[in-house]
C-alpha cells in the first residue's frame, strides 16, 4: 500500500521538479543585473531603478521609482516608470571603455495632486477624454561605460549617462504649432547606473 | 593621454548640450517658478495709461490652451490696433495645467503692446496649475478699477479646483458698490459645473446688484444671452482665430468679434 503511495508521489513530483527548474531558469533571465540613478528628467529629483539588458547588451529595460520632494518648489511628486532603451551605436574609446548612443521611451505614471488615470466620479464620463497622470516619454541618450577590472569574472560595469527627454504632449505640441521650437520641449538629465552581474 | 582627451571632448559635449538644452525638468506637474506677478504689474500699467478717459476699449481672447500659432498671431493682430486699454485672456491657457504650458503662453502673450491680464480656467487648475498660476500671475479671483469701472475676475472652477465652491460671499462683496461693474467668469453660469445650487446663489447675486456686462470662455463657442437683465457673452477659443473688441461708454457695453 505505501509503496503505491511512495511510487505516486514520486510519479506527480516529476512534472513538479521541471517546473521548478524552469521557474529558476526564468527568474535567473528575469532577475535585474543592472542598477540606475537618475537626477531629473521628468521622473522627479532623483529617481532609482533596476533593470537588465537583453539581446547582447542592445536593448535595456527598466522599472523606475522617482521622487520629487514638497520642499524643492512646493509641489510632492511620485512616479513610477517603465523605460526601454535601444543601442543605436556604441565605439570603443579605450580597452575597457566605450561610448553608447541610445534612444529610449518611458512610461511614466505620476503621483502627484490632481492628476487622473480615471477622473473622479463627479465629472460625466470622457469630459476629459486623456489621463492625465500617465505620459509616455520619449529620449535621447549617450552614455559611457566602464568595465571593472574583474569583468570577465564578474561581468559587472559603471556607466555614466545623460539624455534629453520629453514628453508625448509636447511632442503633438511642437507638431501643431511652427512656432514652437525644437529645443523648447527637451529636457536634460543624468545618471548613474552599476551593471552587478 | 588618449584617455584624457576622450574625458576632455566628454567634458566639452556635455557642456555643450547643457548650454544648448539649457533645461532641467524634475517633473511635467512641478512648479519651479519665481513669484512674478505679472497681473498685478500689467494692471497698474492700465492705470496710469488711462486714467482720465471717459469711454474705455479692451479687446478679449479666451481658451487658448496649446494653440501656440493662432496665440501668436491673434496678439500680432491686436498689436495693429490703437485705442486699446488693454487686453484679457478669460481663462485656459493650459491644456494639462502643467508650468512649461503657462511659460509657452506667456512668451507670446507678453509680445502684446497693451497689458494684459490672464485670469484662470478650470484646465488651468489641473496638477499644480493653481500653484503656478499663483506664482506667475498672482490671485485666481481679484478685481481692480479704472476710472468709474471696476473690473471683477471671478474664479469659479468647481471640479478642478477638489469639487469645492466657488467664494461667492467675495464675489458678493465685489459687485457691491457704485462703480460701473464688468465681471469676468471662466465658466459661464449656465454650465454643467455650476449647474443647481451654484447656479442659483451666482444668479441671485448677479440679481442683486448692477453690472454693466458678464464675459465667460469655457465653452469654445460666440454666444450672446440675456439674462439677469445683463448680457452675458461667451468668448470662443482662439483656435476659431476671432477676439471681442469691448467698447464700455457710460453703463453700456457694446462687442464686436474680430477674425484674424
Known amino acids: ?38 537626477y531629473a528628467g521628468n521622473m522627479g529629483l532623483i529617481s532609482i531603478g533596476l533593470g537588465r539588458e537583453f539581446n547582447r547588451n542592445k536593448i535595456e529595460t527598466f522599472l523606475i521609482y522617482g ?56 465629472y460625466p464620463s470622457s469630459y476629459y477624454d486623456f489621463p492625465t497622470s500617465l505620459h509616455a516619454a520619449p529620449s535621447i541618450g549617450a552614455s559611457i561605460t566602464w568595465k571593472q577590472r574583474d569583468y570577465i569574472q564578474t561581468n559587472s560595469s559603471y556607466t555614466l549617462f545623460a539624455e534629453f527627454s520629453t514628453i508625448d504632449y509636447y511632442l503633438i505640441n511642437l507638431l501643431n504649432n511652427k512656432s514652437m521650437k525644437f529645443p523648447d520641449i527637451w529636457n536634460l538629465s543624468f545618471g548613474v547606473s552599476w551593471k552587478f552581474r | 593621454m588618449f584617455w584624457n ?5 566628454v567634458i566639452i559635449y556635455c557642456s555643450m548640450v547643457v548650454s544648448i538644452g539649457g533645461c532641467i525638468s524634475y517633473n511635467l506637474y512641478d512648479a519651479d517658478i519665481s513669484s512674478s506677478n505679472l497681473n498685478n504689474k500689467n494692471i497698474s500699467r492700465i492705470s496710469s495709461n488711462i486714467f482720465t478717459k ?9 481658451d487658448t490652451h496649446n494653440n501656440y500659432d493662432d496665440l501668436k498671431d491673434a496678439i500680432r493682430s491686436i498689436n495693429q490696433l490703437t485705442d486699446l486699454s488693454f487686453v484679457i485672456c478669460c481663462g485656459d491657457v493650459t491644456l494639462l495645467g502643467a508650468e512649461d504650458e503657462f511659460k509657452w503662453y506667456w512668451d507670446l502673450a507678453k509680445k502684446s503692446k497693451f497689458p494684459i491680464i490672464t485670469m484662470i480656467g478650470n484646465h488651468d487648475y489641473l496638477g499644480s496649475g493653481k500653484l503656478v498660476f499663483n506664482r506667475l500671475f498672482g490671485l485666481t479671483s ?86 439677469n437683465n445683463i448680457t452675458h457673452y461667451v468668448i470662443g477659443n482662439i483656435a476659431d482665430r476671432q477676439f471681442a473688441i469691448v467698447k464700455l461708454i457710460g453703463s453700456t457695453a457694446s462687442l464686436k468679434r474680430i477674425s484674424f
Request: glycine content about 4%.
Open chain 1, 1 to 38: 500500500m505505501w509503496n503505491k503511495i511512495l511510487s505516486i508521489l514520486i510519479i506527480l513530483s516529476g512534472p513538479l521538479s521541471l517546473n521548478a527548474e524552469k521557474l529558476s531558469m526564468f527568474s535567473k533571465n528575469a532577475l535585474p543585473t543592472i542598477f540606475l540613478m537618475q
Open chain 2, 142 to 227: 481679484f478685481s481692480f478699477q479704472v476710472g468709474e469701472y471696476k473690473f471683477v475676475f471671478f474664479d469659479n472652477t468647481v471640479w478642478e479646483n477638489n469639487n469645492t465652491s466657488p467664494d461667492f460671499y467675495w464675489l458678493n462683496e465685489q459687485l457691491s458698490g457704485d462703480k460701473n461693474k464688468v465681471l469676468f467668469a471662466h465658466i459661464p453660469i449656465w454650465s454643467d459645473q455650476m449647474e443647481g445650487k451654484y447656479e442659483q446663489r451666482f444668479d441671485s447675486i448677479l440679481n442683486n446688484n448692477i453690472l454693466t456686462s458678464v464675459f465667460y470662455g469655457h465653452e469654445h463657442s460666440n454666444k450672446d444671452v440675456m439674462r
Open chain 2, 54 to 62: 471717459d469711454t474705455l476699449n479692451f479687446v478679449i481672447i479666451a
Open chain 1, 67 to 122: 521622487v520629487l520632494p514638497n520642499q524643492v518648489n512646493g509641489v510632492g511628486a511620485q512616479t513610477l516608470s517603465l523605460k526601454a532603451t535601444g543601442r543605436i551605436t556604441q565605439s570603443l574609446i579605450s580597452r575597457d571603455c566605450n561610448l553608447k548612443i541610445y534612444t529610449g521611451i518611458a512610461v511614466i505614471s505620476n503621483f502627484t495632486n490632481n492628476v487622473h488615470l480615471n477622473f473622479p466620479d463627479y
Open chain 2, 5 to 9: 582627451k576622450s574625458i576632455q571632448k
